[in-house]
């Protein structure tokens, strides 16, 4: 293992995040609200030890990168960019707290959106500013946006983005993975900037726009509001967002080849056609249940219906209706949606789309060779044939998940969480949506949860970010021996 490579690409990646505190430094400067200190210093504190760290390690070395320490890179920059998110809260008092800060740093790099903060407009717009940022910086993986510029320092990073991206199938777009990076990252610059014009367009202030751009695209649902998008009550705003998360949802290399004119490959993708035909259906029953018991028009129950499903779905978890208040089978409809998740390749986390559908043909293969047992029979994946190995990767990721989910689920009524409340907080944060049910509601925070639930909660929003696998192999023993 290369521990000298690692310790030098982390720091890299910590002295970035401290320049990126930039932004909200400029935005306290301007406002004058008191936060310029401690943002200058969480910024030189960041920027000091990350540059230690590279000057510490720079000079000749192997500069080969292997697969386990691509994974090591990227489990513990996600660990030490949550520390250096924490600062800002911290330093400005505003999360005196540390398990606090970090979880809602964790929280924001992991696109989760859970908060422990029960009045989020009293934070000076420096500090919400900031929490966005991790959230549009963890959207695309801020892994990833590293592999653009370690061509640069003489480093491949093919092992970076299979341990970033450990989904099905890895649609390498381009033939070096730095262009690649640079495609997807280029593709996301574009969208959030379309969102931001549609949003300021329809009365939201440039600030409120540029927030909620920053945490829609990375289906991450921090907001700037108590209410979240239920504060602006307007039709227009909700569309907007609808549209925005729905394509965070879907696979990027997706978008890469409808640009690329491919429309006849985008519109043929099997997962595709699943995810969207799997949210049509989850919205109109969702919007046939809670019309004449919560909305007398069905226009209004469509409306927050299609609002709530896509925003759980595609795990974003912005809000604009207390679904608490819905008939339990709504409820319901929503915490399986928290397992679903979007697709692979999207911004978006939970099991994924893929996954479940080449789960339900292989189980459905199961069943036919039960009658045809000499039958030749073999999953597919649109018109590929899913080697085995994929196959045996997917059932182990649906176990260890469901595994994960129980025991984390156990733990958190072990400490004293009501039934509803411990179900449905880990399935939020193992599937990075945010608001859950409960005490954990979507008119509620994660403030209450005591400081050993916040930490097992952390631990779920990683363990769901980084797809299981890439933390777990850290703790088979083989993965250290030489």
Same mark, same amino acid.
């Given at each position: 293992?290369?521990?000298?490579?690692?310790?030098?690409?982390?720091?890299?990646?910590?002295?970035?995040?401290?320049?990126?505190?930039?932004?909200?430094?400029?935005?306290?400067?301007?406002?004058?609200?008191?936060?310029?200190?401690?943002?200058?210093?969480?910024?030189?504190?960041?920027?000091?030890?990350?540059?230690?760290?590279? !000057? #510490?390690?720079?000079?000749?070395?192997?500069?080969?990168?292997?697969?386990?320490?691509?994974?090591?890179?990227?489990?513990?920059? #996600?660990?030490?960019?949550?520390?250096?998110?924490? $600062?800002?809260?911290?330093?400005?008092?505003?999360?005196?707290?540390?398990?606090?800060?970090?979880?809602?740093?964790?929280?924001?790099?992991?696109?989760?959106?859970?908060?422990?903060?029960?009045?989020?407009?009293?934070?000076?717009?420096?500090?919400?500013?900031?929490?966005?940022? &991790?959230?549009?910086?963890?959207?695309?993986?801020?892994?990833?946006?590293?592999?653009?510029?370690?061509?640069?320092?003489?480093?491949?990073?093919?092992?970076?983005?299979?341990?970033? &991206?450990?989904?099905?199938?890895?649609?390498?777009?381009?033939?070096?993975?730095?262009?690649?990076?640079?495609?997807? #990252?280029?593709?996301?610059?574009?969208?959030?900037?379309?969102?931001?014009?549609?949003?300021?367009?329809?009365?939201?202030?440039?600030?409120?726009?540029?927030?909620?751009?920053?945490?829609?695209?990375?289906?991450?649902?921090?907001?700037?509001?108590?209410?979240?998008?239920?504060?602006?009550?307007?039709?227009?705003?909700?569309?907007?967002?609808?549209?925005?998360?729905?394509?965070?949802?879907?696979?990027?290399?997706?978008?890469?080849?409808?640009?690329?004119?491919?429309?006849?490959?985008?519109?043929?993708?099997?997962?595709?056609?699943?995810?969207?035909?799997?949210?049509?259906?989850?919205?109109?029953?969702?919007?046939?249940?809670?019309?004449? &018991?919560?909305?007398?028009?069905?226009?209004?129950?469509?409306?927050?219906?299609?609002?709530?499903?896509?925003?759980? !779905?595609?795990?974003?978890?912005?809000?604009?209706?207390?679904?608490?208040?819905?008939?339990?089978?709504?409820?319901?409809?929503?915490?399986?949606?928290?397992?679903?998740?979007?697709?692979?390749?999207?911004?978006?986390?939970?099991?994924?789309?893929?996954?479940?559908?080449? !789960?339900?043909?292989?189980?459905?293969?199961?069943?036919?060779?039960?009658?045809?047992?000499?039958?030749?029979?073999?999953?597919?994946?649109?018109?590929?044939?899913?080697?085995?190995?994929?196959?045996?990767?997917?059932?182990?990721?649906?176990?260890?998940?469901?595994?994960?989910?129980?025991?984390?689920?156990?733990?958190?009524?072990?400490?004293?969480?009501?039934?509803?409340?411990?179900?449905?907080?880990?399935?939020?944060?193992?599937?990075?949506?945010?608001?859950?049910?409960?005490?954990?509601?979507?008119?509620?925070?994660?403030?209450?949860?005591?400081?050993?639930?916040? #930490?097992?909660?952390?631990?779920?929003?990683? $363990?769901?970010?980084?797809?299981?696998?890439?933390?777990?192999? $850290?703790?088979?023993?083989?993965?250290?021996?030489?």
């Amino acid at each position: 293992m290369n521990f000298r490579l690692i310790v030098h690409l982390v720091a890299i990646l910590v002295f970035f995040l401290g320049l990126s505190m930039l932004a909200p430094l400029g935005i306290s400067i301007y406002d004058g609200d008191g936060s310029v200190y401690p943002i200058l210093s969480a910024m030189l504190i960041a920027c000091v030890l990350g540059g230690a760290g590279y !000057l #510490w390690t720079r000079g000749p070395q192997d500069l080969y990168l292997s697969h386990r320490d691509g994974v090591m890179i990227v489990t513990f920059g #996600w660990v030490v960019a949550g520390l250096a998110a924490t $600062l800002p809260y911290l330093l400005s008092g505003f999360i005196p707290d540390f398990t606090d800060a970090y979880f809602e740093a964790i929280s924001g790099f992991t696109t989760t959106g859970a908060s422990i903060l029960k009045d989020i407009e009293r934070l000076p717009r420096s500090i919400l500013f900031w929490r966005s940022q &991790t959230q549009w910086l963890g959207g695309m993986g801020i892994i990833v946006l590293s592999i653009a510029i370690l061509p640069y320092l003489g480093v491949g990073g093919m092992q970076l983005y299979k341990a970033e &991206t450990p989904s099905p199938v890895v649609d390498k777009l381009t033939p070096r993975i730095s262009d690649t990076a640079k495609a997807l #990252w280029k593709i996301y610059i574009f969208l959030t900037l379309l969102q931001i014009i549609l949003l300021f367009l329809g009365g939201m202030s440039l600030f409120d726009a540029v927030n909620h751009t920053f945490t829609t695209m990375p289906t991450g649902g921090f907001s700037t509001k108590n209410a979240s998008i239920a504060h602006y009550r307007s039709a227009y705003i909700d569309c907007v967002i609808i549209l925005f998360m729905l394509v965070a949802g879907i696979n990027f290399s997706l978008h890469y080849k409808l640009i690329k004119g491919r429309v006849g490959t985008f519109f043929s993708n099997p997962e595709l056609r699943a995810y969207l035909l799997i949210t049509g259906i989850f919205v109109l029953i969702v919007a046939w249940d809670i019309y004449g &018991t919560i909305y007398n028009s069905f226009a209004d129950a469509f409306r927050y219906a299609s609002f709530q499903v896509v925003s759980i !779905l595609t795990t974003t978890g912005f809000v604009t209706a207390d679904y608490e208040k819905w008939p339990a089978f709504s409820q319901l409809i929503l915490l399986l949606c928290m397992f679903i998740g979007s697709m692979a390749g999207s911004t978006g986390s939970g099991i994924k789309i893929v996954r479940l559908v080449l !789960l339900l043909k292989h189980s459905y293969l199961e069943l036919f060779r039960i009658i045809h047992p000499h039958a030749v029979t073999v999953v597919k994946f649109g018109d590929v044939p899913v080697p085995q190995t994929i196959m045996r990767s997917i059932w182990g990721f649906f176990f260890l998940f469901l595994g994960i989910y129980v025991a984390a689920t156990l733990l958190m009524s072990f400490i004293g969480l009501d039934f509803m409340s411990a179900i449905s907080s880990v399935a939020a944060c193992l599937g990075n949506v945010g608001p859950a049910l409960g005490t954990v509601g979507p008119t509620d925070h994660y403030g209450a949860v005591p400081g050993v639930g916040k #930490w097992i909660l952390i631990a779920c929003m990683l $363990l769901g970010r980084l797809e299981i696998y890439t933390i777990l192999v $850290l703790l088979v023993p083989g993965f250290w021996r030489k």
